[in-house]
């Protein structure tokens, strides 16, 4: 519950230019100080000066994942409702603002050049370069088991890259698909799926933010080693959940929290795994409830432990929380 001084202190923190403008990109987008600096075109000692200002003031929230420092708005802080409050007052019409979103635009983008540059480099590689972190086949069972055994009318595979996982789950499945961006993983999925003679699945090329489907259309999403590398892994639950049918299923592979740096500079990861209460946050806010998670220690000396979680749509589908609705 907000006090009389927690509010003042957070109305005193976004009246100034650059502050509410900070405030009008998180309500957009989790930041690295690296990424605000490009986007305000400001020195790095100034805007970490107006990021210190909110974060004491409970407007954002700062955590630090290896050498990256991640700033998002509070989400469960005392200021949270002056939040909700604040973002419903930005002028997006703005000239400063549609600046701000346009340069916000150019940084995902340039994000998003470099992933798939590594992904069009590497797919010819990827079936040998995934299993060098991960116990393969215990992931695969962990994930199966997560599936359950009972018929799958239609699934869906997000990220699917070479088609793996479409090809281990989609015998279950009466229609399977699997959707990715990335135009020379699919060519490998592709010959994969027709190898495997899995007549009843395909791929397609498509964004994962907006999937080119209904709402309620899949009763069981798997969402495999993708996580990690989205700008906003939220969003990519929220899209998930929406096109889930009531009672379904998403299952997640990825890891647990880390330390391993060079995979963000080898391989572009931009997130360095995900603790459960994450998870179960994303899930929460897209109107799923995490119903399992299991963990997977490393096998060698790479110290990588992979999550496997399990969320559920409730059977009579319910309305989406706030935050899920804003986002
Ligand atoms: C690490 S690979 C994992 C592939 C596969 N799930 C597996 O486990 O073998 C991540 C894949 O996610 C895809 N990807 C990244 N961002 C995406 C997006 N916004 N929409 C669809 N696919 C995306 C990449 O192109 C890449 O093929």
Same mark, same amino acid.
């Given at each position: 519950?907000?006090?009389?001084? *927690?509010?003042?202190?957070?109305?005193?923190?976004?009246?100034?230019?650059?502050?509410?403008?900070?405030?009008?990109?998180?309500?957009?987008?989790?930041?690295?100080?690296?990424?605000?600096?490009?986007?305000?075109?400001?020195?790095?000692?100034?805007?970490?000066?107006?990021?210190?200002?909110?974060?004491?003031?409970?407007?954002?929230?700062?955590?630090?994942?290896?050498?990256?420092?991640?700033?998002?708005?509070?989400? *469960?802080?005392?200021?949270?409702?002056?939040?909700?409050?604040?973002?419903?007052?930005?002028?997006?019409?703005?000239?400063?603002?549609?600046?701000?979103?346009?340069?916000?635009?150019?940084?995902?983008?340039?994000?998003?050049?470099?992933?798939?540059?590594?992904?069009?480099?590497?797919?010819?590689?990827?079936?040998?370069?995934?299993?060098?972190?991960?116990?393969?086949?215990?992931?695969?069972?962990?994930?199966?088991?997560?599936?359950?055994?009972?018929?799958?009318?239609?699934?869906?595979?997000?990220?699917?890259?070479?088609?793996?996982?479409?090809?281990?789950?989609?015998?279950?499945?009466?229609?399977?698909?699997?959707?990715?961006?990335?135009?020379?993983?699919?060519?490998?999925?592709?010959?994969?799926?027709?190898?495997?003679?899995?007549?009843?699945?395909?791929?397609?090329?498509? *964004?994962?933010?907006?999937?080119?489907?209904?709402?309620?259309?899949?009763?069981?999403?798997?969402?495999?080693?993708?996580?990690?590398?989205?700008?906003?892994?939220?969003?990519?639950?929220?899209?998930?959940?929406?096109?889930?049918?009531?009672?379904?299923?998403?299952?997640?592979? *990825?890891?647990?929290?880390?330390?391993?740096?060079?995979?963000?500079?080898?391989?572009?990861?931009?997130?360095?795994?995900?603790?459960?209460?994450?998870?179960?946050?994303?899930?929460?806010?897209?109107?799923?409830?995490?119903?399992?998670?299991?963990?997977?220690?490393?096998?060698?000396?790479?110290?990588?432990?992979?999550?496997?979680?399990?969320?559920?749509?409730?059977?009579?589908?319910?309305?989406?929380?706030?935050?899920?609705?804003?986002?």
């Amino acid at each position: 519950m907000a006090t009389l001084d *927690d509010v003042l202190n957070g109305l005193k923190a976004t009246a100034e230019a650059t502050r509410f403008r900070l405030l009008a990109l998180f309500t957009r987008a989790e930041l690295t100080v690296s990424e605000v600096t490009q986007i305000l075109r400001q020195s790095q000692p100034r805007v970490s000066r107006h990021l210190k200002l909110m974060s004491e003031a409970g407007l954002i929230e700062r955590f630090k994942e290896g050498s990256w420092v991640f700033y998002r708005l509070a989400e *469960d802080g005392r200021a949270r409702a002056l939040i909700e409050k604040l973002g419903e007052l930005v002028p997006w019409d703005d000239a400063v603002l549609k600046r701000d979103l346009e340069r916000l635009d150019a940084v995902r983008k340039q994000r998003e050049a470099n992933a798939q540059e590594y992904f069009a480099a590497n797919a010819g590689e990827w079936d040998s370069l995934r299993k060098l972190h991960i116990p393969e086949e215990q992931v695969e069972g962990a994930l199966l088991e997560m599936v359950g055994p009972s018929q799958i009318s239609s699934y869906l595979d997000l990220g699917t890259g070479t088609g793996r996982i479409l090809e281990l789950v989609a015998p279950r499945a009466a229609r399977a698909v699997g959707i990715d961006l990335n135009g020379e993983m699919l060519t490998l999925a592709r010959a994969r799926i027709e190898r495997a003679s899995l007549a009843h699945a395909q791929v397609r090329r498509g *964004d994962l933010f907006q999937l080119p489907y209904a709402d309620q259309s899949f009763d069981l999403i798997t969402v495999h080693q993708v996580l990690h590398y989205l700008e906003d892994p939220s969003a990519a639950v929220a899209e998930a959940a929406r096109v889930l049918k009531p009672g379904g299923k998403v299952v997640i592979a *990825d890891f647990a929290p880390h330390a391993l740096e060079f995979l963000r500079d080898e391989h572009q990861h931009r997130r360095l795994g995900f603790a459960d209460k994450e998870v179960a946050q994303w899930c929460k806010a897209a109107g799923l409830s995490l119903a399992a998670t299991r963990a997977l220690p490393p096998r060698g000396e790479s110290g990588l432990t992979v999550m496997v979680w399990l969320a559920v749509a409730p059977a009579v589908p319910q309305r989406r929380a706030k935050t899920a609705e804003a986002a």
